[in-house]
């Protein structure tokens, strides 16, 4: 235990009082065991958790369950925070509570690191959605512009057509309503991870379904 040097290891009794203190926690709380021993450990949480009696919930959860883990911020001597993973242990003897062991550990650096990587991945996922909706957008313009175009054909308005031709646009027609649909898609998958989509169950026509599968 003494020759830990990367956590903190101390033991309390039943009441939170600072029985045994390592080198280690001497190094990452810079107390000296002289002056902590008989101390409640409160003094390592910050103003706020000790308002509302964090320190005592954790003793209890650890009586209840036998173990409490918690990762938070934790108080050095000279009152600087760091980022600490917790590991709190009911000793018992018979059945009875005879204290706590302790065990922490400075995550400071690991806690920097997730946030920076958790930050390039919010940043990631927005630029993947501003890119997917600005080119569903785009695509959407000239898809329009042939639809329409398209139509007009296989209405007349431009003349009557041979029925080939007019097969022939239909069969386009039909590719460029599956564009759309694609397009629309996209945009789907921004929704769902950005957690917008919302879904309307409808009737479909699965002959009709297979037959538009076979003719592409």
């Not at 957008?137 to 029925?163: M, S, W």
Request: charged letters at 25%; proline letters at 2%; glycine letters at 6%.
């Amino acid at each position: 235990v003494e020759g830990v040097r990367d956590h903190a290891l101390f033991t309390m009794d039943p009441t939170g009082r600072v029985t045994s203190w390592n080198g280690g926690a001497e190094r990452l709380l810079g107390y000296v065991e002289a002056e902590i021993v008989g101390q409640n450990f409160s003094c390592i949480f910050t103003r706020e958790d000790i308002q509302n009696h964090v320190p005592e919930k954790q003793l209890n959860q650890a009586l209840e369950e036998g173990r409490a883990e918690n990762e938070g911020w934790r108080v050095r001597g000279n009152r600087n925070r760091f980022w600490a993973n917790v590991n709190i242990t009911a000793v018992e003897n018979a059945g009875l509570a005879r204290g706590f062991a302790i065990i922490v550990h400075d995550v400071t650096e690991q806690r920097k690191i997730a946030t920076v990587l958790e930050e390039a991945r919010q940043e990631r996922e927005c630029l993947q959605e501003k890119l997917i909706s600005h080119v569903s957008h785009e695509l959407r313009t000239p898809l329009t512009a042939i639809y329409l175009f398209t139509t007009n054909l296989l209405d007349g308005v431009f003349g009557d057509l041979t029925p080939d031709q007019h097969e022939h646009l239909t069969f386009a027609l039909d590719n460029v309503k599956q564009l759309k649909s694609m397009v629309g898609d996209l945009l789907d998958i921004t929704r769902v991870e950005t957690h917008k989509l919302t879904v309307d169950p409808q009737h479909l026509s699965l002959a009709k379904l297979i037959d538009d599968v076979l003719s592409t």
